[in-house]
């Protein structure tokens, strides 16, 4: 079945905004810290945001001060506001729990930023 659905990718220029989307139809999602993932091309998954269930954040350098991660356990829903892009930005983006992959992966969503 499917567990996790991202969406809200697309291509803008370097400076623009997209805000990503994970609905997630699992019911554990309230109680596990969750993260966005991102590959790209030619590399490996990795994560650039996290948040606990109580909703404390981590970033990794690179995105730093231009994204946001959110979270809505009401609605099993996740969210990643991401400002400023910049072509190094350009993955494929995905959801899942963390540190352990705890579910199925989805599809991820397409972002493509142009210079």
């Known amino acids: 079945q499917v567990q996790l659905v991202e969406s809200g990718g697309g291509s803008v220029q370097a400076g623009g905004s997209l805000r990503l989307s994970c609905a997630a139809s699992?019911?554990?999602?309230?109680?596990?810290?969750m993260g966005w993932y991102r590959q790209a091309p030619g590399m490996k998954r990795e994560a650039v945001a996290t948040?606990?269930?109580?909703?404390?954040?981590e970033y990794v350098d690179a995105v730093k001060g231009r994204f946001t991660i959110s979270r809505d356990n009401a609605a099993n829903m996740m969210y990643l506001q991401m400002n400023n892009l910049k072509p190094e930005d350009t993955a494929v983006y995905y959801c899942?729990?963390?540190?352990?992959?705890?579910?199925?992966w989805g599809q991820g969503t397409q972002v493509t930023v142009s210079s």
């Open positions: 948040i606990t269930s109580a909703g404390y954040e």
């Open positions: 699992v019911s554990t999602f309230s109680r596990n810290a």
């Open positions: 899942n729990a963390h540190p352990l992959y705890l579910y199925d």
